[in-house]
T-cell receptor
Framework: RKEVEQDPGPFNVPEGATVAFNCTYS??????FFWYRQDCRKEPKLLMS???SGNEDGRFTAQLNRASQYISLLIRDSKLSDSATYLC??????????FGRGTSLIVHP | NAGVTQTPKFRILKIGQSMTLQCTQD?????MYWYRQDPGMGLKLIYY???????DKGEVPNGYNVSRSTTEDFPLRLELAAPSQTSVYFC?????????????FGSGTRLTVV
């Protein structure tokens, strides 16, 4: 099993839709979790950290499920500008995050 | 506040040539990293540094070298370039490796080896 796995997609959704991505991780001792957004031919940018109790930032909600070893990202009321690749990152004992390959989201009119 | 600055943005190398990818940050971050990203693949860690004078290998260090003489600068050296090193290279920095401190990435260097 890979350390960090994501469904590559693409997830193709209409504007206004709600979409969710999951990211599974294999190291049960993982401590820190992040979601990054990467636009085409650009660098990844930190979208949000994922806290144990879950956290929300506007239309974005991140959750952690330690029992099943996955994190999720929920995007409500999708905008055209949300089209991007979403990378998850998980860090364990070394504290150096391992990145997933990313999930591609396409929001269409 | 410039953040993380990488130069050059693009480069074409011939097989066997060498080059240095420059990375500098102005956030006084102790932790700096070099990643490569191949199409459809995740970010692979090449080298990282936890402070000036300290560097360590990541997942894919072969064919690369780094140095960290100052807090601000973390150059990546490619010796004897090979086609397998064609990739996009990202430098990143962070305040800490613990807790919920994420990375700040530079804009990347697109390298083609022909």
């Amino acid at each position: 099993r890979k350390e960090v796995e994501q469904d590559p997609g693409p997830f193709n959704v209409p504007e206004g839709a709600t979409v969710a991505f999951n990211c599974t991780y294999s190291n049960s001792a993982s401590q820190s979790f992040f979601w990054y957004r990467q636009d085409c031919r650009k660098e990844p940018k930190l979208l949000m950290s994922v806290y144990s109790s879950g956290n929300e930032d506007g239309r974005f909600t991140a959750q952690l499920n330690r029992a099943s070893q996955y994190i999720s990202l929920l995007i409500r009321d999708s905008k055209l500008s949300d089209s991007a690749t979403y990378l998850c990152a998980v860090s364990g004992g070394s504290y150096i995050p391992t990145f997933g390959r990313g999930t591609s989201l396409i929001v269409h009119p | 506040n410039a953040g993380v600055t990488q130069t050059p943005k693009f480069r074409i190398l011939k097989i066997g040539q060498s080059m240095t990818l420059q990375c500098t940050q102005d956030m006084n971050h102790n932790y700096m990293y070099w990643y490569r990203q191949d199409p459809g693949m995740g970010l692979k860690l090449i080298y990282y540094s936890v402070g000036a004078g300290i560097t360590d290998k990541g997942e894919v260090p072969n064919g690369y070298n780094v140095s960290r003489s100052t807090t601000e600068d973390f150059p990546l050296r490619l010796e004897l370039a090979a086609p397998s090193q064609t990739s996009v290279y990202f430098c990143a920095s962070s305040y800490s490796t613990q807790g919920n401190y994420g990375y700040t990435f530079g804009s990347g260097t697109r390298l083609t080896v022909v």
